[in-house]
Every structure is written in C-alpha cells, then in structure tokens.
C-alpha cells in the first residue's frame, strides 16, 4: 500500500510517516511540498505519486488566529481538503481525513456521537465542518476522524505548554469550564492504522477514553511529571480569548465501537505512557 502524508511535519504528522513506514510505502508532505491550497498542484502531485491512500493530517489550527484569518483559515481546511478529495477521487485513491470536535456547539451534556448534528460556534470549527462536507460530497471512499485536545512527543499542544510555563512560575491559571478529552497522538495513529485496511467508509469519533477540564488536565500533567506547581481554576469568560469554545465537546467513539468492537484506552493511561515514553 502506499500512502500520502500532508502535514508530514507537524505534531499528528510525523507519528503517521514513523509508524506507518514500518510496514507500507509512505510518502510523507509538508506545507513547502505540497500547498494543498493550490488545486493545481495537488492534483499534479497526487497524479505524480498515485497513492493507494491520502491522510490529510494539514489544518491551520490555531483557533484564535483563525479569527483573524478567515480566508486562510478556509483555503487550508476546507479547500485544502476539497483539493485533495477531488484529486483522490480522480486518481481513484481512498482519503482520510483528520477532524475536530469544535464542529459541535458543547451544549449536549453527554458524549457526542458520530450522528449528532455538527454545529460549530468558532470560524475554526466552521472551516474545518466545511471541509469534511467537501471530503463527503466528492470522494465516496473516505473516512472523516474527528480527535480532540491531541498531544503528542512532537510539534506544539498543551502538554508541552504546560511543561514550559511551569519552569517559571509557582502557580497557573487553567480554564476550569470547558469539558474534553485529552486524546494522546500514538492511540490516533493505532485506529488510523486498522482502519486503512478496511472498506468502512464513514465518519469516527477518535478520543482518548474519559473527559476533564483543561485545568484537571494540567494538574494530572504536573502530578504525572512530578512538578510541585499551583494550578488554580479560572472560568473561560476571564481568560478572554477571540475564538467561542465549546463548553462540552467529550466524544464517544461510537463507530468504533459498533463497527469494530474497538475501545481506546483512558486518557490518563495514555498520559501516563507519553512521560514514561518522552
């Protein structure tokens, strides 16, 4: 099988080439390769490799700055997507492609399934809705894998953030109000990986097992880490950022568990094996 990697350098991106090379033919694509913005050049790309799979792990993901940059925003997440499901479909190659769980509004107060109806609050959220819409409407043989709070041993996340602030300070102040699951890269590329070699077409939800809040999720990064810091709770309202947060945006992995019988671990288990590992 041979696979094309977009976003081959950032955090999700490299875990995909590393693991994936291990057993297929994988050609891994970063922004100065491939701008997948550009139809042109994806469809001469793709023509050029003929994947038997593309993995779209490229997004603009800052939330807030995607305030700012609307027309960035969706030119990478929803055209860029639009490209490369056109070019898949043309080179007749399957896609995967890499979503969020900002396309929901967080005001369920259960888990999201894959059957809830996506409504996002920030331009972030928006783009990257715009994008699964485009991966659905134009290549039949797909799969949509929404993830959330992703972190992992390379790029940037809020593990790593919290590491560095706490070389410097005494006490933080987390957002204590908004509810999700930290979801580890490496239990991302594990269901990538089973689900590629299956015709199961479809939209899944792909978190670590489990929620918290951002502020939990920092004490049990520091509690794991073994740093004495002070984590105090601020609500989302003082932290005053540009782009809506859901409030609520914990998925279950529903799909996974009615199509394959497939469970992900917990998240603080996966936390526990990413300081064991780093």
């Known amino acids: 099988m041979k696979i094309l990697v977009t976003g081959a350098n950032g955090q999700l991106g490299i875990d995909v080439v590393n693991n994936l090379s291990e057993k297929y033919e994988v050609i891994g694509l970063d922004a100065k390769d491939l701008d997948i913005t550009n139809i042109d050049n994806v469809i001469n790309t793709v023509k050029r490799i003929r994947p038997d799979i593309i993995i779209n792990s490229a997004a603009y993901t800052n939330v807030d700055e995607c305030e700012e940059n609307i027309d960035l925003a969706y030119k990478v997440n929803g055209l860029g997507a639009r490209n490369l ?10 896609i995967l492609h890499i979503s969020t769980d900002f396309v929901f509004d967080g005001e369920k107060n259960e888990p999201y399934i894959e059957f809830d109806k996506p409504n996002p609050l920030s ?4 783009s990257k809705l715009v994008g699964e819409n485009f991966v659905k409407d134009i290549c039949p043989r797909y799969y949509i894998l ?10 940037n996340n809020f593990v790593k953030t ?33 689900i590629i070699k299956n015709d199961a077409y479809g939209t899944y ?11 939990e999720f920092a004490k049990k990064i520091f509690e794991f ?3 004495d810091i002070g984590v105090l709770p601020i609500t989302t309202q003082e932290l005053n950022r540009p782009a809506q947060r859901p409030k609520y945006s914990v998925m279950r992995n529903y799909m996974l568990e009615i199509d394959f019988n497939y469970f992900i671990r917990n998240w603080e288990d996966a936390l526990i094996e990413y300081f064991m590992e780093v």
């Open 162 to 194: 919290m590491l560095k602030l706490s070389e410097n300070n005494k006490t933080l102040r987390v957002v204590d109000d908004q509810i999700g699951t930290p979801t580890y890269t490496m239990d991302l590329v594990k269901v990538i990986e089973m």
């Open 123 to 126: 331009i972030y959220g928006k």
């Open 225 to 227: 880490g073994n740093i």
């Open 205 to 215: 939800h792909v978190s670590n097992d489990g929620s918290c809040s951002w502020n």
């Open 85 to 94: 499901a056109i070019s898949s479909l043309e080179n007749n190659s399957r």
């Open 146 to 155: 929404r993830t959330a709070w992703l972190y992992g041993k390379n790029g």
